[in-house]
């Protein structure tokens, strides 16, 4: 157990619609970075959040966004949805703000199915 | 755009070493390399990391050559719970941050 929680673990929706995934990170970690991996591929980074402020941006659609709340937790929001976007959907979180010691402890994972 | 080339697969026998190879040519002198496994579709796990010296956990072991430009990192003892495809990742510059960068890894079998 990592102490990464993600939720919901599974999640099936209809093209064009919106969804949230919510991520809370380890006692005392302020990062919080999101990934998506696509079927049978890498981890694509998405962003990072460090102590409420967006730290990095990587390949994030713009129909996505994010935001990390006062408590740390943070909710990855995915709109108007395309069947690409069925993916796995990691959070995880580390302590400072820099991918220093290159911890990073992985939640597991919200499933996102398209139809 | 990984920074990292793995081998797309490999097998090892129970109870044997198994050691997986990555290429990092374009790392630069100040980046660690950096190795994850991923068991089936669970969230990755941190292995171990390195700059220049090998490093060793309970883990694994890393192996990294003089000039840094490829690593083995080294099951001692696989066992079948060892399956599971290994990430070798190395930082990038992102926005003023680092990052990893995550190529599609080595899928290790262990086979009884």
């Known amino acids: 157990d990592s102490g990464v929680t993600q939720t919901p673990k599974h999640l099936i929706t209809a093209t064009g619609q919106r969804v949230t995934l919510r991520c809370s990170p380890r006692?005392?970690?302020?990062?919080v970075y999101w990934y998506q991996q696509s079927l049978d591929q890498g981890l694509q980074f998405l962003i990072q959040?460090?102590?409420?402020?967006?730290?990095a941006k990587g390949n994030i659609l713009e129909r996505f966004s994010a935001q990390q709340f006062p408590d740390l937790h943070s909710e990855l929001n995915l709109s108007s949805l395309e069947l690409g976007d069925s993916a796995l959907y990691f959070c995880?979180?580390?302590?400072?703000?820099?991918?220093?010691?290159?911890?990073?402890?992985f939640g597991e994972g919200s499933r996102l199915t398209v139809l | 755009d990984a920074k990292t080339t793995q081998p797309t697969s490999m097998d090892c026998a129970e109870g044997r070493a198994a050691n997986l190879p990555c290429n990092h040519s374009t790392i630069s002198g100040n980046e660690y390399v950096y190795w994850y496994r991923q068991i089936h579709s669970q969230g990755p796990q941190y292995i171990i990391h390195g700059l220049k010296n090998n490093e060793t956990n309970e883990m694994a072991s890393l192996i990294i050559t003089e000039d840094r430009k490829s690593s083995t990192l080294i099951l001692p003892h696989a066992t079948l719970r060892d399956t599971a495809v290994y990430y070798c990742i190395v930082r990038w510059l992102m926005d003023s941050n680092y990052q990893l960068i995550w190529g599609a890894g080595t899928k290790l079998i262990i086979k009884p």
């Open positions: 006692s005392g970690d302020l990062s």
């Open positions: 995880a979180s580390s302590v400072g703000g820099q991918v220093n010691t290159g911890e990073l402890f």
């Open positions: 959040y460090y102590n409420g402020e967006e730290r």
